[in-house]
Nanobody, 122 residues
Framework: QVQLVESGGGLVQAGGSLRLSCVASARTFRRYAMGWFRRPPGKEREFVAAISSSGSTTYYADSVKGRFTISRDNAKNTVYLQMNSLKPEDTAVYYC???????????????WGQGTQVTVSS
């Protein structure tokens, strides 16, 4: 069982930056691929970014490519999402997830955090 706790969300103006963190409880954290997803108001959950267990491979949604960066520190059991040049359409609840595969589909992930709210004002 893996417990995930996100933090770092908040209210920011368009063009600003936030860094989300997700701390995992498992000692086997380094074996898991990690993903960030988001659920905008009134919409389905969507893929944002993913990183392999070693950190050598990353994937991004087209909508965030060049603005967001996913990274991980296996010594701290933590995955990060650095979000720059934020736009109002980035407003959503952001979730981190852990799974075996580095994937873009929600169904590929076995464990999920509770989410953290990010609100970008125009």
């Amino acid at each position: 069982q893996v417990q995930l706790v996100e933090s770092g969300g908040g209210l920011v103006q368009a063009g600003g930056s936030l860094r989300l963190s997700c701390v995992a409880s498992a000692r086997t954290f380094r074996r898991y691929a990690m993903g960030w997803f988001r659920r905008p108001p009134g919409k389905e959950r969507e893929f944002v970014a993913a990183i392999s267990s070693s950190g050598s491979t990353t994937y991004y949604a087209d909508s965030v490519k060049g603005r967001f960066t996913i990274s991980r520190d296996n010594a701290k059991n933590t995955v990060y999402l650095q979000m720059n040049s934020l736009k109002p359409e980035d407003t959503a609840v952001y979730y981190c997830a852990a799974g075996v595969l580095t994937a873009t589909q929600t169904t590929s992930y076995d464990y999920w955090g509770q989410g953290t709210q990010v609100t970008v004002s125009s």
